[in-house]
């Protein structure tokens, strides 16, 4: 159930049941062949399928991210980090102001993890807050699942090739992964990955995918638990 189905009076009957909400933060970026919205559709398909099951209530989506690096690429948007700051803060004033006290962050970026800064500051503002965040890519099932496949994960590559991410045909052999040095402006990562994808296949069987998929819908079931 996602807040968009729902009118305010539906919130506030929820309220008298359930304090949890499942927020997404994910990003707008390039993804080589893959989806710009990948880091939005991956975390938002695993809300979707959890909140199915458990009734947890999904609020809007957060769809911009922290890409600076990016930007060179046609498609990106990017927020200052101090933006994305503000605005996740903002999202969790108005959510915690009428009830909801557990909140389980799907993040589908890298590039966002300095919001954790500023979640810690809203754990000290208020004292009964619950937070949790979780990056299903780094994810301790999913990282197994990759080592058992021998199979190197990366961005835009296989394993954020689901079929819900692909939007154009992709390419049937591997990336060699660029070698670089420091960190780079965006010119400098479109001049280094080229395509996007740093490097490896660019897709797995889908048999894989549901692997991964179905690991990370686990983990996120567990976590709901808030224990």
Not at 72 to 97: A, E, H, K, W
Not at 144 to 173: Q, S
């Amino acid at each position: 159930m996602r807040f968009e189905e729902c009118n305010w009076m539906d919130i506030e009957n929820y309220l008298k049941q359930d304090d949890r909400v499942i927020l997404v933060v994910g990003a707008c970026e390039q993804h080589a062949y893959l989806s710009l919205l990948t880091d939005t559709r991956i975390p938002l398909a695993l809300a979707d399928a959890v909140s199915t099951e458990t009734g947890v209530v999904v609020a809007p989506v957060i769809n911009f991210g922290i890409s600076p690096y990016f930007l060179s690429y046609p498609g990106t948007i990017s927020l200052r980090t101090s933006t994305l700051m503000d605005v996740v803060q903002d999202v969790i004033d108005s959510l915690y102001n009428y009830g909801f006290k557990k909140i389980l962050i799907l993040n589908g970026h890298g590039g966002n993890d300095p919001v954790k800064g500023r979640l810690n500051e809203l754990l000290n503002k208020y004292s009964d807050l619950r937070v949790i965040w979780y990056a299903w890519w780094q994810s301790h099932s999913v990282e197994k699942i990759a080592i058992e496949k021998d199979i190197k994960p990366a961005h835009a590559n296989w394993l954020e090739a689901f079929p819900f991410t692909r939007v154009g045909e992709l390419p049937g052999t591997e990336k060699i992964p660029p070698h670089y040095q420091g960190l780079l402006s965006s010119e400098g990562t479109k001049s280094v990955f080229q395509d996007g994808s740093f490097g490896g296949p660019y897709e797995v069987d889908n048999s894989i995918m549901n692997e991964i998929f179905y690991a990370s819908y686990l983990d996120i079931l567990n976590l709901l638990k808030f224990e």
